[in-house]
């Protein structure tokens, strides 16, 4: 497009300058496990542009197959309390003695440069996102087509033994209780399907008005040339 408006104080403002402005948002999704959310999450870091997935903090160990700053970053408990003190954290949670946390900065800073911001969280995260950044924040809970399915895709990972495997169906019964606080609901019975869903959804989300603060002046800009031209009997 090559469009260019005139702003209220003389700014000229262009249509690919409007779309630079855009805030980014917070995609969030999740799932009770054998959804398939990871590997959603895994296509669109893979096929979608301007879209980064959030780097959490843990004060678990470092394994030898891990990398600094890019599986985790990790640090020590008295600088996670530090930050949590200082509302450094956008949600956290303790798990088996350990915690894991959002930082906040990395996505302030993400979202000030219209990077989109994928995250990959349980409920509770989700909802402590909520308390913090409710505007930027896009929920997807994906769903598996039915729990026959869901028990045999965990069956079929292979990863987890019967013990764990009703660990997380128990689980989830809690976390489905709770579809009705996402913005939306994607059921994954066909994972193409899934896929594009969730990326319509992102492709539209990224057009709402209160993320473009620069289309208002593209578009008054618009408006009164189209007026001068009509005025002038311009057409």
């Not at 004060?59 to 030898?64: A, D, I, N, Y």
């Not at 949590?84 to 303790?94: G, P, Q, R």
Request: net charge negative; hydrophobic share 35%.
């Amino acid at each position: 497009m090559s469009e260019t408006a005139t702003a209220p104080s003389g700014t000229s403002v262009s249509a690919e300058e409007a779309d630079k402005h855009r805030r980014g948002l917070m995609l969030v999704l999740s799932s009770p496990s054998g959804a398939g959310k990871s590997t959603i999450a895994r296509l669109l870091l893979e096929k979608e542009d301007n879209l980064s997935l959030s780097i959490s903090v843990t004060t678990r160990p470092r394994r030898s197959s891990e990398v600094d700053g890019v599986h985790y970053h990790f640090i020590d408990k008295a600088r996670f309390e530090q930050m949590k003190a200082h509302d450094e954290l956008l949600e956290w949670a303790e798990v088996h003695g350990n915690y894991y946390a959002t930082p906040r900065g990395p996505v302030e800073t993400s979202l000030d440069n219209g990077q989109d911001v994928l995250f990959d969280i349980d409920i509770q995260g989700t909802f402590q996102l909520y308390d913090k950044m409710r505007d930027d924040v896009v929920s997807i809970f994906i769903l598996p087509p039915s729990i026959a399915e869901m028990k045999s895709r965990l069956r079929r990972r292979a990863e987890d033994t019967d013990d764990v495997i009703l660990r997380r169906l128990k689980t989830a019964v809690g976390e489905m209780r709770h579809w009705s606080k996402y913005d939306y609901v994607v059921v994954n019975d066909d994972l193409e399907r899934a896929y594009d869903s969730v990326r319509a959804i992102l492709r539209a989300e990224r057009h709402k008005q209160h993320r473009s603060p620069a289309i208002a002046p593209l578009i008054d800009g618009m408006v009164r040339d189209l007026q001068s031209e009509l005025d002038g009997s311009g057409i």
